[in-house]
C-alpha cells in the first residue's frame, strides 16, 4: 500500500515568513491532494495535483507535483496567522487510476505568529 | 446546511457501552467513508461504501460497524465502546469529478472513560 511521509511534522515560523511542507510517497505518485484543517474541526480541501509538473495556488498556499521524486510541496507566503493548522496530504491513485480510498500523511502542524 | 453533517459534535460514553455515530450527505454522492484521527497518527480509514449495497472494511475496521441506511446516510456504530477508541471520527463523501476532492464533516469527538 502507499505510504505518504510529511515533513516536517511540525514547524513554527513569524508571521510574514515563507515556508514549504513536503509530502513524499512510497510508491509513484499519480495525483496528490492537499487539505488543511483548524484543530479539532474538519478538513478543507486546498487543491488537488493531477500529474507531474502541475502546480496550483489558492490564495497565498502553492501546491507542485513531482512525479519523479514521487513528491509535492505546499509551500506559503508571506504566512499568516490564518494559515495556522494540520496540513494534510492525500493520495488515492495507483498505476491502475484511483481506488476512491484517501490515504493520508500524518500531517504537518503549523503554527504562526504574530 | 453542510454538505457532511455528523451527529452527535462531542460524546462522552463508557466502557462496554454501545455506541452510534451519524453522517448524513446533502452532495448526492454514492461514495462515503468513515475515518478516526489520532494524534501523531494522522487519518485512518475504518469503513467505505461505495454505494447503498457495497460496504468495505478499511485499515482498522475492527471493533466498529457500519450501516448505509441511504445513499445519504452512513452510521458508524462502536458495539462495545472502549478506552482506545477515544479519537476525533470523521465521515468524508466523494463522488465524480476528484478535481473538487472529498468532502469531511466537522467531526465527532468520542472519549470513552
Known amino acids: 500500500s502507499q505510504e505518504l511521509e510529511q515533513s516536517p511534522q511540525s514547524l513554527i515560523v513569524q508571521e510574514g515568513k515563507n515556508l514549504t511542507i513536503n509530502c513524499t510517497s512510497s510508491k509513484t505518485l499519480y495525483g496528490l491532494y492537499w487539505y488543511k484543517q483548524k484543530y479539532g474541526e474538519g478538513l478543507i480541501f486546498l487543491m488537488m495535483l493531477q500529474k507531474g509538473g502541475e502546480e496550483k495556488s489558492h490564495e497565498k498556499i502553492t501546491a507542485k507535483l513531482d512525479e519523479k521524486k514521487q513528491q509535492s510541496s505546499l509551500h506559503i507566503t508571506a504566512s499568516q496567522p490564518s494559515h495556522a493548522g494540520i496540513y494534510l496530504c492525500?493520495?488515492?491513485?495507483?498505476?491502475?487510476?484511483?481506488?476512491?480510498?484517501?490515504?493520508f500523511g500524518k500531517g504537518t502542524l503549523l503554527t504562526v505568529n504574530p | 446546511d453542510a454538505d457532511v453533517t455528523q451527529t452527535p459534535r462531542n460524546r462522552i460514553t463508557k466502557t462496554g457501552k454501545r455506541i452510534m455515530l451519524e453522517c448524513s450527505q446533502t452532495k448526492g454522492h454514492d461514495r462515503m467513508y468513515w475515518y478516526r484521527q489520532d494524534p501523531g497518527l494522522g487519518l485512518r480509514l475504518i469503513y467505505y461504501?461505495?454505494?447503498?449495497?457495497?460496504?468495505n472494511k478499511g485499515e482498522i475496521s475492527d471493533g466498529y460497524s457500519v450501516s448505509r441506511q441511504a445513499q445519504a446516510k452512513f452510521s458508524l456504530s462502536l458495539e462495545s465502546a472502549i478506552p482506545n477508541q477515544t479519537a476525533l471520527y470523521f465521515c468524508?463523501?466523494?463522488?465524480?469529478?476528484?478535481?473538487?476532492?472529498?468532502?469531511f464533516g466537522s467531526g465527532t469527538r468520542l472519549t470513552v472513560v
Open positions: 492525500g493520495a488515492d491513485k495507483d498505476s491502475g487510476g484511483s481506488n476512491y480510498k484517501l490515504t
Open positions: 468524508a463523501t466523494s463522488g465524480p469529478g476528484q478535481e473538487n476532492g472529498y468532502t
Open positions: 461504501s461505495f454505494d447503498v449495497k457495497d460496504i
